[in-house]
């Protein structure tokens, strides 16, 4: 059956109507009706995405990625990403999602042979109005409004479909699709200087850099000498001070960019480890390019 979830919530300035149609739970129809929703994500599947209208800024590590309507992309899972997704020109924020998990993938690779190299692992593949991808997933559109069962034979159809047209476009993505360990113990310093601003809770965390809660947290103490929670709120307001300074950014630009939830929390922190608030720092910078 068609699921149909709806929910609205208020914080701040963050206001949101979310409907999601399920035809399985691998397969979605996702609208975004109000302003803007803002969500830091580690994705457990590979995701493949199609707008439909509407904008997303994702930010991870090393880059930042704007989608805009027709745009395709496929983001792979056990990434930390910031995702702010935007209605446009009165449309709502109106995508396709299909959820290419390690059990399907597990199934398709068992049946056809492929070349195991060991690539470098890419965290996005864009895919901009591509006609193979894009009738596709618009074949799903139709299901969406009928009652009853989808079925799962039509659902596998359709998620190999996909697979194997990516696959077509770039063979490349073997190296992400058909790769099923989890992550590794890796350097926890490097991690952290480069996934800070991504607001997660620390059990994902240490998973992500190969360890157990109760590991992550002795090897942090020991690594930074403070907890990750006061390590995490400087390094954000430090980030958030350059934007602010540097770039030129205005307070509601920067604070969800950050990883903070709530701007009031975000300026009251700010003004406390600064001594001014970033209303009055982005006015300062601002005020000094006159000159």
């Not at 129809?29 to 803002?38: A, V």
């Not at 745009?71 to 709502?92: H, V």
Request: proline share 3%; charged share 25%.
């Amino acid at each position: 059956m068609v699921n149909v979830q709806a929910f609205k919530k208020t914080n701040n300035f963050i206001t949101m109507e979310h409907i999601s149609k399920y035809l399985t739970r691998d397969i979605k129809l996702s609208s975004y009706e109000d302003k803007l929703f803002k969500s830091d994500l580690m994705f457990k599947d590979h995701m493949l995405v199609w707008f439909i209208s509407g904008e997303s800024k994702i930010i991870q590590a090393e880059s930042t990625f704007i989608f805009k309507t027709g745009d395709i992309f496929l983001i792979s899972r056990n990434e930390l990403a910031t995702i702010i997704n935007y209605p446009k020109n009165g449309l709502p924020h109106k995508t396709v999602v299909m959820h290419l998990s390690v059990d399907r993938l597990k199934r398709f690779y068992e049946k056809i042979e492929y070349k195991k190299k060991t690539l470098p692992q890419q965290k996005m593949y864009r895919f901009s109005n591509h006609p193979l991808l894009e009738s596709c997933l618009a074949s799903l559109i139709p299901y969406f409004d009928v009652d009853g069962e989808f079925p799962e034979s039509l659902a596998t159809l359709k998620i190999e479909e996909a697979i194997n047209i990516l696959r077509l476009i770039d063979r490349s993505v073997d190296s992400v699709l058909a790769s099923f360990d989890a992550p590794g113990k890796i350097d926890l310093v490097d991690f952290m200087q480069r996934n800070f601003m991504f607001n997660m809770s620390l059990e994902k965390l240490g998973y992500l850099t190969g360890r157990s809660l109760s590991t992550f947290n002795r090897d942090f103490k020991k690594l930074f000498d403070t907890t990750p929670q006061k390590w995490l709120t400087d390094k954000r307001l430090e980030l958030a001070y350059h934007h602010l300074s540097q770039k030129k950014k205005k307070p509601t630009e920067v604070y969800l960019e950050v990883g903070f939830e709530d701007l009031s929390h975000f300026s009251f922190s700010f003004k406390k480890k600064y001594g001014v608030s970033p209303n009055q720092l982005s006015l300062i910078g601002n005020s000094m390019t006159d000159f």
